[in-house]
């Protein structure tokens, strides 16, 4: 390897620097673009309630238009991080030339131009009969065979990180830039580079401590957290104790990816396929009409899932930087497609709490509507009359969500910034109660400073005292009319809550029915205001 020796040895990087650097912002440049064209142009017309035959194909065109410009700002970002890597590593290689050369020819070696050392003539040859020829000839170059093999290593090292740094280019397909399946490509190729970089799938933790993934996250550099994320966006997108940001990153990352897939196979989906395509179209709707709105009315996609009839978790306001936060747990018969009424409904409750939270309105707020686990069904306006499913009457299901709603709100307390923690409240709603009580009963509890369950017909325990939320701040809210409260509460899934022998707080409500607490104007919605503003509700007469 001659010619690649002087090559090494006398490289000058600055070129190939500056080319990485120009990647680097040829991707900004992308991403920047394509957050534009959302906050600008698709987030607008979505406000805006543009709507008909042309509405469906521009907007149509706008999401393919994003995605494409998604996928440029991917590729833009592996080629910045190759060259950037291999930047670095032949500048370590060539070091390790240079010093090999240097010691050799500190050794009194001569290193040709091609790399090859020399041996040291420590006695004129002709002295070569003389019996300590041989001795002194060893001695003098005894480290002769090191310094070649460190000139061999280092030369074959840079060429074999430029060998896959140029197959890893090759690789980023820039066909892919004009189809709506690039993105998965581009996620594809970063999985090669992370590898290349050694960012690999086994260095992400377990997930199941949010703690140990929110220190691992805080130790990493940016660029290795941007490179993660591209190439496991469905990974991290679910892991509790990553910053709300990085999630909201993940997972619409995976949204579009999954909208591309249901859009190139349209004509060929199934009933379900088409109910899961209808319901993450209108969630994707809703999180663009938001790109538009203030910092503290950002939405943040922090989960979503498939199974059966789907899932969502997602917050308004960013619970990490929040001095004030919120979990609502909807209860029965939520589901996917009802992500756009639940996020209106958190809209709702960070608003009033915005209104106790004294200047800073809802600037320090935030309210997540957490629905991760597998909601019964019900039809509230028939209870009594009708069959319960099986679901509403066994606290399966609840106590099948309950691991979840611990981690996540562990995972809130983890990734939340700032030296004061924020002041964490827990809402349940009907069967979202029991969630709530399953969860709150084992593993240490949820970590809330208060609880409110509405409607609730049970949180698996017989006294407040089982849980772990002090009993002074776990407030019960139930309409006189309230049908799930009235005749379910007692019967399989605990104690009734409302019962003064229960032992927990009773929080006024002037609204009435099942639904109806978060009426606006109403003192039901003001109460569970308060609370999330860490006030005391106003009790007046009980309701």
């Not at 500056?18 to 957050?35: C, I, V």
Request: charged fraction near 25%; include cysteine.
């Amino acid at each position: 390897m001659p010619e690649l020796f002087a090559q090494l040895l006398h490289q000058n990087f600055a070129e190939l620097e500056a080319a990485a650097e120009s990647w680097r912002n040829l991707a900004k440049k992308l991403g920047d673009t394509q957050t534009s064209s959302g906050r600008r142009v698709s987030g607008p017309l979505h406000k805006a309630g543009w709507a008909g035959v042309g509405a469906d194909y521009g907007f149509a065109a706008l999401e393919a238009t994003e995605s494409k410009l998604g996928t440029g700002k991917t590729d833009a970002r592996l080629i910045h991080a190759v060259l950037g890597a291999l930047s670095t590593r032949m500048q370590e290689s060539q070091r390790k030339l240079r010093n090999a050369v240097a010691d050799a020819e500190k050794a009194g070696h001569k290193v040709r131009a091609d790399g090859w050392v020399e041996a040291v003539e420590a006695i004129d040859p002709k002295y070569h009969n003389d019996p300590d020829y041989q001795g002194v000839q060893q001695q003098a170059n005894a480290g002769l065979g090191g310094f070649r093999a460190r000139i061999d290593a280092a030369v074959l090292e840079a060429s074999t990180v430029c060998t896959q740094a140029a197959e890893l280019l090759y690789q980023i397909d820039p066909f892919d830039l004009d189809k709506r399946y690039g993105a998965d490509h581009a996620r594809e190729d970063a999985v090669r580079v992370g590898e290349f970089l050694g960012l690999g799938k086994k260095a992400i933790p377990d997930g199941k401590d949010p703690q140990q993934t929110a220190d691992w996250w805080a130790g990493l550099h940016i660029e290795d957290r941007e490179m993660y994320l591209a190439a496991f966006p469905e990974r991290l997108g679910i892991m509790d104790g990553l910053p709300a940001a990085a999630r909201d990153t993940a997972n619409r990352s995976t949204l579009d990816m999954q909208l591309n897939d249901y859009a190139l196979r349209e004509g060929s989906l199934g009933y379900h396929e088409r109910y899961l395509y209808r319901s993450l179209s209108k969630l994707k709707d809703k999180l663009d009409q938001a790109d538009v709105a203030p910092p503290d009315k950002r939405v943040y996609l922090l989960k979503y899932g498939l199974a059966k009839d789907g899932t969502a978790v997602v917050s308004v306001g960013d619970p990490d930087t929040a001095k004030h936060t919120a979990v609502f747990v909807p209860g029965t018969s939520h589901q996917l497609d009802s992500a756009v009424g639940d996020i209106d409904r958190a809209g709702d409750l960070q608003r009033a709490a915005g209104r106790w939270n004294g200047t800073n309105g809802t600037e320090d707020v935030a309210v997540v509507s957490w629905l991760d686990y597998n909601a019964p069904e019900l039809n509230t306006d028939s209870v009594g009359s009708a069959d319960l499913s099986p679901g509403i009457a066994s606290d399966h299901r609840a106590k099948e969500g309950a691991g979840r709603l611990r981690e996540f709100t562990h995972g809130l307390r983890a990734a939340h910034q700032g030296d004061q923690p924020t002041h964490l409240t827990v809402l349940g709603h009907s069967y979202g109660s029991t969630t709530v009580g399953a969860a709150d009963v084992r593993g240490g509890g949820l970590g809330a400073n208060d609880v409110v369950v509405l409607g609730s017909p049970g949180l698996t325990v017989q006294r407040a005292g089982q849980l772990h939320i002090d009993p002074r701040h776990l407030w019960v809210g139930a309409a006189s009319d309230d049908l799930v409260s009235n005749l379910l509460s007692g019967a399989s899934l605990g104690a009734d809550p409302k019962d003064s022998g229960f032992g927990a707080q009773r929080m006024y409500v002037d609204t009435s029915g099942h639904s109806g607490y978060w009426d606006g104007g109403s003192q039901s919605l003001e109460n569970q205001g308060r609370i999330i503003a860490g006030k005391q509700p106003e009790n007046g007469a009980t309701g």
